[in-house]
């Protein structure tokens, strides 16, 4: 059994930062590509950035310059810094990453942290 459970969301006001972290755990022997995506109210769910196993990094144009995706292989964890948040970032995050379980490779979604940039 594999679980991705996300913390870090939380209540932030424009112009300010908020890290998110998503931590794998269970019967893992591989993690390969991990990534955040983002759903906000009424709105389709949104890819934001990914990670390879070696480091690559790519973001979506809404995002660009102002959040960083970036993984802990010793501790499982995928982290995404978020900088000069804006109130259209308002939206529940979920970390998602292919992971080797068993001899099988799948995708593993979180369960969701809620980040709502208000004043």
């Known amino acids: 059994q594999v679980q991705l459970v996300e913390s870090g969301g939380g209540l932030v006001q424009p112009g300010g930062s908020l890290r998110l972290s998503c931590a794998a755990s269970g019967s893992i022997s591989g993690i390969s590509g991990m990534g955040w995506y983002r759903q906000a109210p009424g709105k389709q769910c949104e890819w934001i950035a990914r990670i390879t196993s070696g480091d690559s990094t790519n973001y979506a144009d809404s995002v660009k310059g102002r959040f960083t995706i970036s993984r802990d292989n010793a501790k499982n964890t995928v982290y995404l810094q978020m900088n000069s948040l804006k109130s259209e970032d308002t939206a529940v995050y979920y970390c998602?990453?292919?992971?080797?379980?068993?001899?099988?490779?799948?995708?593993?979604w979180g369960q969701g942290t809620q980040v709502t940039v208000s004043s």
């Open positions: 998602t990453g292919t992971i080797r379980s068993a001899s099988v490779w799948r995708n593993y």
